[in-house]
């Protein structure tokens, strides 16, 4: 990553308070090593730091990805592509994400310990990570990419990305072995899926007694769980049994909404993706029913917004890309905006999904004690979103842990 950390103080810029959801202006903020340890109106007295004047730009905490995927790129990579091939890819994935102002993400499965460190210890640059390792799914679920004619049971074929398990025992295992591979939280797959073969998304996946398992499991572990699943009834059920975020969550209606703001949910939508992959399915083989699954999830998918947010679901950010170009990472910002303002589309991305990788107050804002991921933005994103997009065109820093991935100050 470009720099070194060093000790900055930054002043002359809109400073986003994404807490109160406004700009304030006459702040200076202090960076020491990777942490901002001061924020103050007015002059902070600090003479061995260097300042460095933003000419009147925006100052805001990097962007969080809440459902990220560093290690599926090609739909049919699993027929020929070695994990080792996959993880070189990835580091380009982490380099253009952090490029385009996210300095955390959360990847919802593939993405290993071994991704994480390399990026702690500085052999790819890219955001902070925060891994689920292989996602556990049930036989015939959305994990299982394997052919209707695809008599092999070896179970973990499917992707690199997801691990088969049935049965309680089973379930238990593969959660502890994901945690003494060092994961960060749990994925499953409680429901069917858009690109799985052999489901419906209506499906319900893993017995109940297999998903209280799991997250029992997981919490003793100190982790929490997060499931994919679209249809109302699996959602319900999973946060029933306590999972603790619920990823895409399309089919959410008013009656299951009021159970997940009852339990303290988080939903992730993940809805730039159905539109990317309504336009590029086609071009990675998609079969015809990934196609109408993908039209069912797109259609319902903005609805969910409206209804979780009416029932007070906390809502995060997450993007799943997986084949359809990465770079459609912030649109999903616009998705939000659609049917919320852009500074409520920013805490989605930041206060919100901090709190769902459990850095409250570290991530997300700047404040004193915060992890130190800046952007320095020509415009100002709580008007305009298009600030945000296209590659971190009008980014002109990049601050991520203290070190700019990006400088073209002065
Ligand atoms: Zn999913
Ligand atoms: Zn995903």
């Keep these: 990553m470009g720099g070194r950390m060093g000790k900055y103080i930054f002043n002359n810029h809109a400073l986003l308070d994404t807490k109160e959801g406004v700009l304030k202006s006459g702040f200076q903020v202090l960076v020491e090593g990777n942490r901002i340890v001061e924020v103050k109106k007015g002059q902070i007295n600090s003479p061995d730091a260097e300042t460095i004047d933003l000419g009147g730009r925006t100052l805001m905490p990097g962007l969080i990805d809440c459902h990220a995927h560093v290690f599926i790129a090609q739909f049919t990579d699993n ?35 071994g991704h994480k460190m390399s990026v702690e210890r500085g052999y790819f640059e890219g955001p902070r990570m925060f891994v689920s390792g292989r996602i556990l799914s049930q036989t015939g679920g959305h994990g299982d990419h394997r052919g209707k004619a695809d008599f092999c049971s070896c179970a973990n074929a499917s992707m690199g990305v997801s691990r088969i398990a049935d049965g309680v025992d089973a379930v238990r295992h593969a959660v502890r072995e ?9 994925k499953i797959m409680a429901g069917g899926g858009v690109s799985s073969p052999a489901d419906e998304l209506h499906h319900l996946q893993y017995s109940t007694d297999e998903v209280v398992a799991i997250v029992d499991e997981a919490t003793r572990a100190g982790r929490y769980v997060m499931s994919h699943v679209y249809n109302t009834d699996g959602i319900r059920r999973a946060v029933e049994c306590g999972v603790r975020t619920i990823e895409h969550g399309n089919f959410l209606d008013e009656k299951t909404a009021d159970v997940m703001a009852k339990h303290g949910a988080y939903l992730v939508p993940t809805l730039v993706t159905y539109r990317a992959d309504a336009k590029y399915g086609p071009s990675f083989g998609w079969a015809e029913e990934n196609e109408r699954k993908n039209q069912e999830v797109l259609e319902a998918g903005v609805q ?10 906390k809502i995060g950010y997450g993007t799943d890309l997986c084949w359809s170009p990465k770079s459609y990472q912030p649109e999903g910002l616009l998705v939000h905006n659609e049917v919320m303002s852009p500074v409520e589309a920013i805490q989605n991305a930041t206060i919100i999904n901090a709190e769902i990788v459990r850095m409250e107050n570290a991530l997300g804002v700047i404040a004193p004690g915060a992890l130190a991921d800046l ?12 600030v945000l997009q296209n590659e971190g065109e009008h980014m002109t820093a990049i601050m991520a842990n203290g070190k700019f991935a990006k400088n073209n100050l002065s």
């Design 79 to 113: 027929q020929s592509v070695l994990p080792s091939e996959m993880t070189a890819r990835s580091s380009t994935y982490l380099r253009e994400m952090i490029l385009r102002g996210f300095t955390t993400i959360r990847d919802a499965g593939g993405a290993d310990y």
């Design 178 to 186: 994901e945690i003494r591979h060092g994961v960060d939280q749990i």
């Design 304 to 313: 969910s917004l409206e209804i979780a947010m009416r029932s007070g679901v």
């Design 375 to 386: 952007l320095v933005v020509d415009g100002d994103p709580t008007q305009d979103l298009g």
